[in-house]
């Protein structure tokens, strides 16, 4: 189910979903989000995020003792000054390796022989712990806080699916 990526690695080689023009990877509303950001980021406002920038940016969310080399590795994942469509072209490369919302959903349905669209939260963990490219204990912790199963255990596979092909939770 989560061993995929040799499929997406596949498809990336043959230039599938490959556009010159970065904006139109994302729908509009998804590029405003991600000026939004682009701006929090972009502390002192020169249209360039800097090893600086990040700094702050992360001092103003607690992360105070940042090393430079941390923040050079960051900096460095661009091919050179990150401007905003450097910025939206770095999140369009790190999503542009994920099946379509259609295919995920289908693997996952493979797991619901019911239909109900979800599945147990121990039944997930176990699968995602013991089985292909397994999560550690840590990866388990965040993708519970991120995706809350209810109170009969149960987790929400579609809004997964949704977020790992959009990078948002679906407006309810």
Known sequence: MFCAPKKAKRRQQQGEGGSSNVFSMFEQSQIQEYKEAFTIIDQNRDGIISKDDLRDVLATMGQLNVKSDELEAMVKEASGPINFTVFLTMFGEKLKGADP????????????????????????????????????????????????PDVAGNVDYKNICYVITHGEDKEE
């Not at 295919?103 to 239909?115: H, N, Q, R, T, Y």
């Not at 039944?123 to 965040?142: K, V, W």
């Open 101 to 148: 919302e259609d295919v995920i959903v289908s693997a996952f349905k493979v797991l619901d022989p019911e239909g109900t669209g979800s599945i147990k939260k121990e039944f997930l963990q176990e699968l995602l712990t013991t089985q292909c490219d397994r999560f550690t204990s840590e990866e388990m912790t965040n993708l519970w806080a991120a995706f809350p």
